[in-house]
């Protein structure tokens, strides 16, 4: 492995400029990186922080050679990207991590669940909904989760529906139906793979979500499981990155039956939301953790170092415009209160602005810690609604 390195270490580029790539680049400028960051908003967050932006969209074939000339390895934050090109990027030498063929099955809702049906990795039934009728989702069962195949996230592309009265919020784009999981818990495992293959995994998070926006709330981390359903849960993370040959951190979300089963819901081949945590409570945090194993570095400790519990701060409803943050002081005068603002300038209803981590000695009480913080911060618009 190389040991002698010049300045920069290398030159990083990043296609997406929100908030993982944000925390990203801090964590590549640590390690004496140079970031480049392609983003269709100027002054993105990422871009924000980075050596340089390029504006332009995911998918422009062009704007993607442009970040590809600028970089020596080329990694993401979002999966809605052009495999296309970046397929040819990589058969004219272009390192990038994780693989765009990997990228292609996993940005496919129900290729992804293909993949995990053939390589064994549990998981919900499920069929592509090759109809969007009454009568094919009837033929499938009640309860069930309609899932759009590309292009969901934070909640969006998901329509749960208990009963038929429930096929009224279907979703009109190409889907898969998916068997209702009446979990116990919801929890995520991170896992990071190494170029050489060598896999770390950090302590199983337990995520609690918002009602109808299905968007991350809380999250406690380690999770308050029985240690072998927690070592199951590694275990499963772990076969699955594996078998996807992935490079990088990936999150990997999963459901806890009532009887204790565990299944795979998704993997997002990136850094994730589950592992915001991880900045303050573990030795390596995941973003460094994904930089040093597309670089080929050796991977970092996962070991956690205190309890943690985590909230996304997200625009208020009723409320656009220019951001404006309430009770920032308050909480910041919580012990173990960690605060990070993400550098939107503009909000939105449940729009990601931000997070807190909340490190105690005790879960319970960084949880109840987390819980005031979220009661103390309200972030609304200059224009309502």
Known sequence: MKDSFSFPVARVGIIGGGQLARMMVTAAKRLGCACVVLDPTPASPAGQVARHQIVGNYHDADKLRELAAASDVLTYDLENVDTGTLLELVNEGSVIHPAPAMLAIVQDKLTQKQFFQQHGIPTADFVEARDITPETFAEFGYPLVQKARRGGYDGRGVAVMRDAEGFARNLPVPSLLERFVPAAKEI??????????????????????????????????????????????????????????????????????????????????????????????????????????????????????????????????GYKGRGIINGMAAALAIPGVCLHLYGKA???????????????????????????VRDLIEIIGEEKL
Request: charged share 20%; net charge negative; aromatic share 4%.
């Open 346 to 372: 503009i909000t939105g209803p449940h729009r990601k602005m931000g997070h807190v981590t909340v490190l105690d000695n005790d879960l319970q009480s960084a949880r109840a810690k987390a819980e005031r």
């Open 188 to 317: 995520a495992v991170l896992v990071a793979r190494g170029i050489d293959g060598d896999c770390r995994c950090y302590p199983v998070a337990e995520m609690w979500f918002r009602g109808e926006e299905n968007v991350l709330d809380l999250l406690l981390a380690p999770a308050d499981i029985d240690p072998a359903i927690a070592q199951t849960a590694q275990d499963i993370a772990l076969r699955t990155v594996r078998a996807l040959e992935g490079v990088g951190v990936f999150g990997v979300e999963m459901f806890l039956t009532e009887d204790g089963e565990v299944l795979v819901n998704e993997v997002a081949p990136r850094t994730h939301n589950s592992g915001h945590h991880t900045i303050e409570a573990c030795v390596t945090d995941q973003f460094e953790q994904h930089i040093r194993a597309v670089l080929g570095l050796p991977l970092g400790s996962t070991e956690q170092l205190r309890p943690a519990a985590m909230i996304n701060l997200l625009g208020a409803p």
